[in-house]
Structures are given as C-alpha cells and as structure tokens.
C-alpha cells in the first residue's frame, strides 16, 4: 500500500503536478493493516496532516471492510475501489454504494489480475491502473511509467501489464 | 533536477554529494532509511573516498565520527529519539572539541512510554550541548540545509545537526529538487581542518582544563555561535547564488510584517500553518508565520525584529519540559524581553498525535481573542485525564498510567487495575 501511494505520486509528478505520499506512519509489517496517502494538487503541497476527507479511497483489502470504519472521511462525490472478485451486496456494501455516481465506484480483481501477469498476489499495479481509469487524474501511460521507475526490468513490464489490464476492463465496460 | 522521491532517499543523496569521508551509524527508526541508503551508495562507489564504518551502539557511531574528524576527515552520522541519548556524552564532546561533524536527526519522541513516533524531544534534550540545530521544514529543506551545514560546521569548526520530522519527512515521497555534484562542491570546498591530529606534529585534543581556563573555552564554544549568528545568513545567500533556492537562513517570515498576530514554530508543521495563516486570512484574521530555522544559535536579534509589530504571538512546539510548559518558548520570549507582547504556547504532536488544521484554527482563534490558557494542549483528551487522576485517588497501588489509559481505550485488552 505504501508503494502504491509512491508510485501514484511519482504517476502524478510525471504529469507536472504536485504529489505528497505519505505512509500511515508505525510497525509497517506484512500483513498488518496499513493506511497510505497521496495528496496530488497543481501547486506545492504544505500540509502535513494525514488525509482524513479523501476524494478517493482505494481498499486493497476487503476483509478489512467490516472492521475497521475505512468511510468515515469519504464524501459521496468521492470514488470508491475496492479489491475483490465479489459484489457489493456480498461485501455487504449494496446499500451504502448506492450513494456514489455509478462511475465513481469499482471492484476491481487486483489480485487475480496481479496473480496472472506477475505471478504474485500483489495488487498495487492493478488497483493504480484501475484509479486511474475511473478518476481521469493520472494517465496510463503515467502509471506505467511509475510502475517501471519502481520496479526495473521484468517485473516492471509485469506490474504494467497488470495495470493495463485493469484499466482497459474498467474503460471498455 | 525535479525528483519525486522519499526524503531519507533525498537526504542521503545529499550527503553523499557533500563527499563525507566516514560516515557511520547505528540504524534506528525512523533514521534507518538514511544510513541504508547511504551504506549502498558507498558500496556502489558513489561517495567516492569514503568509508562506511559499521558500529555497535549509537555512542560509537558518534565516537568514531570525533576520531575520523579529529584525524582531519569530513565525518557524518545520523541518528533519532532513544539513539541521540545513548551518545550523549559523545555529542557535548564532538562541540567541546570544535569537531565540524554533521549529523541528522529524524526527529521522534522519547520513551518512556516507548513510541516510535515524531515529536522534537529528542533534538530538544540536546539543545545546549554546543550543537548548531537548524529544522526542515520540506525535505527540499532538508537536502538543501545538510549542504549547507557542512559548509557551516567546517568553517567555524563547530558541529551541525539538521533535524527533520521522523516519518512525517522522512518517510514522506514529494518533490525534491536534487543538487548536481558540480554545483556541491561549488558550494563546499574540501574540508580544511583547524586541527588534526598527526604523528608528525602531535597535539592534544581534549586536553583537562582546570577552573582557571574553563570558562575562557566554554566562552569561546559560545562566541562560535554568535559567529554563526552572523555566517548562516551569509551562507544561505551563496547557496542562493549557486543553487537558486532561498532556504536556510536564521528564520522565514510568512506573510507576518503586518500580522497582529504571529506564530513561531520549527519544522515541518510550519507548513501546515501557512496554509491554516492562509485561510484564515481569509476570513480577514490578522494572522501571520515565522519558521524559525536556527534553533541553535537562537537568532534573538532576527526574532525579535520579525515580532516587532505583533500584538500577540503564538509558538507551537512539539516538545514539553515537565512542570514548565514549552521549550521553544523560553527562547522566543527571550527575543521579547522588555516588551509586553503576550505569548502564548501551543504543545502540539506528541509522540506523533497529528496537528490538524482544524485544531490549530480553534486554538489560534481563542488566542487571537486572548482566550487561550498558556500553555495550550492541542487536542488533550481530558476525559482521559480526568478519569486517571480521579482513578489514582481511589488507591495508593493504582499502576501504570500508560497501560491504564490504553486499557481504558481499549487499545489493549483488560480493564484498568
């Protein structure tokens, strides 16, 4: 989560804006929940608090949903993603997507997308590839580019088809 | 050139610009990235002639940096919270000895309770150990003021730490415009030591000095620092010059000539306040910002001269001295003796409580209507208090405070005792 946070605020700089990321700061472990923010503005970013209204919020995992209050901050103009294989209604989250602008919210298979072009359940690529699709903030092609910066060789080539992939199934549904 | 990168990355590749030729240190969050980072780039043969010196504790970190400064060698080290105590005593005698050692600090609290989190009481406990201490607000700042310190640290011949926020800086991914070595060295000519220690010619460093020289040393430790009062503006000046960036100095004001009301803070909540002295402007509230940079020499002089035209000022600071109230107060108020200007103290971001924008506006209101208790806990849960103190009433063996309160919001599990 704290790399996707980076690497869409690298995504964002590639365009000439503005970006801050920043990690839910503590024990950063594998495993353990984790909140990561992004800021992106068109002029420099001076605030330091952590991001409590966000416009977007992205779910890398949806277990989390029930157990944490991930919405609390999330106006209904914002846009929702979440990474799952499963719907809103069993997600238990039928009533409450009603709310959002139909294009504003997402499911997205990250992980499976990820699983297949990279050989691993890591679901950042798809998920940035997937934001970008449904916010128009960033570009593609300024994912991609992100994506390689981070991850040099194979694996970058990987994580950007997998970013691709995601984007391209949100664009043409 | 514009880079989108995460400060301890930002700041390690400043430092190896600046060429040190030892740098040791001993990892501890949130510091970790920046020795990691540099170990690498002395390894990839990045920092040229220099040497990476593994060590086991913190005090040898510091230790090693006097030896290879003492013995003429540009020397660097890094460390936060619990690390800069355990070198304590290293540190008053790297400014006893006048050794021009940079070292940075990624500023977090200090246990007990343990807490990993950014506040400034660590660089705080060591304000007057004879330490220049200048504070980034962005890591720009912090990139920009580690060039410029080992410029400073070596033409005075006195110590520098450059102190930025742990994780809110360190671990934070923006934008920095990185140096290019052409321009460093531009700036920072090879280091030409006061003192070395050689065979061929021996000397003494760290010679005792009886009661009748003492005070004349620690004179001149001081006399350094007024020095310095002088040098740092300078120094920014070149550093404008060659890199085009105003940063550094003694303080920034922020829309505050005019300002009835002034804030004075250090580091990287300053930013958070100018956007807060933005919007409240605004809203036609007379409000305005000076970031004080130096906090070691404290520029007096600049200070009060920034404050001339205040009718109150505020100070926000991120560190407590016990049955007191501020630090960083003490030393503003200083800069104001003699005029009746009201001060007020705001204790903010404790083991890294976030300072909010809209708890800084509520506590800068009641200030500007000269409501504000002095000093101000932003934020302070007293519910919490309360219910602890009237709960270590009930019985002489009422345990620990921390876990209490943790028990009490059920962050662990377990009641109270």
């Not at chain 1, 700089?13 to 909140?35: K, L, N, T, Y």
């Not at chain 1, 923010?37 to 416009?55: Q, T």
């Not at chain 1, 050989?119 to 092609?141: D, H, M, S």
Request: aromatic residues 6%; proline residues 5%.
């Amino acid at each position: 989560m704290v790399s996707a946070a980076e690497m869409l605020s690298v995504a964002a700089f590639i365009e000439g804006d503005h970006a801050q990321a920043f990690p839910s700061f503590g024990s950063e472990r594998m495993g353990a929940p984790v909140v990561a923010f992004c800021r992106i503005d068109d002029k420099e970013i001076r605030l330091r608090e952590p991001v409590m209204s966000p416009d977007a919020l992205i779910v890398q995992d949806s277990t989390l949903l029930h157990q944490v209050d991930l919405f609390s901050g999330l106006d209904t103009r914002g846009y929702l993603l979440i990474n799952t294989r499963r719907s809103y209604q069993d997600l238990g989250l039928g009533d409450y997507v009603t709310r959002f602008p139909p294009h504003h919210i997402c499911t997205v298979a990250a992980t499976e997308w990820a699983r297949e072009f990279v050989g691993r359940p890591f679901p950042n690529a798809a998920l940035l590839g997937a934001f970008a699709a449904v916010t128009y903030r960033v570009k593609l092609e300024s994912v991609e580019a992100a994506i390689r910066r981070r991850f040099p060789g194979k694996l970058g080539e990987d994580n950007a088809a997998a970013a691709a992939k995601a984007y391209d199934s949100i664009r043409t549904n | 050139m514009l880079k989108q990168i995460e400060g301890s990355f930002a700041v390690a590749e400043a430092i190896a610009l600046c060429r040190p030729e030892v740098i040791c240190a001993y990892p501890i969050t949130p510091q970790t990235h920046i020795v990691e980072r540099l170990s690498e780039l002395v390894r990839t043969g990045d920092v040229g002639n220099c040497q990476y010196i593994n060590v086991e504790s913190e005090f040898a970190a510091l230790s090693v940096a006097i030896g290879a400064s003492a013995a003429g060698a540009r020397a660097y080290t890094a460390t936060s919270s619990q690390g800069l105590l355990f070198m304590a005593e290293a540190v008053y005698n790297a400014s006893g000895l006048g050794l021009p050692i940079v070292m940075t600090i990624g500023n977090r609290a200090i246990g007990a309770p343990i807490n990993i989190w950014n506040d400034h009481s660590d660089s705080m406990a060591l304000r007057d150990a004879g330490w220049i201490q200048l504070y980034a607000e962005t890591n720009q700042d912090a990139v920009d003021l580690h060039i410029q310190a080992f410029r400073l640290a070596e033409q005075l011949s006195v110590p520098v730490m450059v102190c930025e926020d742990g994780f809110i800086l360190t671990h934070a991914c923006e934008q920095v415009d990185m140096p290019d070595s052409e321009q460093v060295d531009s700036y920072l000519p090879p280091f030409e030591p006061v003192q070395v220690l050689d065979p061929a010619e021996p000397i003494t460093m760290g010679a005792m000095v009886g009661p009748e020289a003492f005070t004349e040393v620690r004179y001149l430790a001081h006399h350094k620092h007024l020095r310095a009062i002088e040098v740092i503006p300078e120094l920014s000046t070149e550093f404008e010059h060659i890199f085009g960036r105003n940063t550094g100095g003694l303080i920034e004001p922020y829309r505050s000539e005019d300002a009835e009301t002034v804030i004075v803070a250090l580091g990287s909540v300053v930013g958070t306040i100018k956007d807060v002295v933005d919007e409240m402007r605004d809203e036609g509230v007379s409000l305005g910002a000076v970031k004080v940079v130096s906090f070691r020499p404290f520029p007096l002089l600049a200070l009060r001269e920034a404050l001339q035209n205040a009718k109150r000022v505020i100070v926000v600071e991120k560190c407590l001295a016990d049955g007191l109230g501020g630090i960083v107060v003490g030393s503003v108020r200083m800069s104001l003796r003699g005029t009746s200007t009201p001060v007020y103290t705001i204790i903010a971001g404790l083991g890294g409580r976030a300072i909010t924008k809209k708890s800084l506006r509520r506590a800068f209101n009641e200030a500007v209507a000269d409501r504000l208790e002095d000093p101000h806990f932003l934020d302070l849960d007293w519910k919490v208090i309360d219910h602890e103190l009237a709960r270590s009433q009930e019985k002489r063996r009422s345990g620990p405070i921390a876990e209490n309160i943790l028990r009490e919001l059920g962050l662990v599990g377990g009641k109270p005792v």
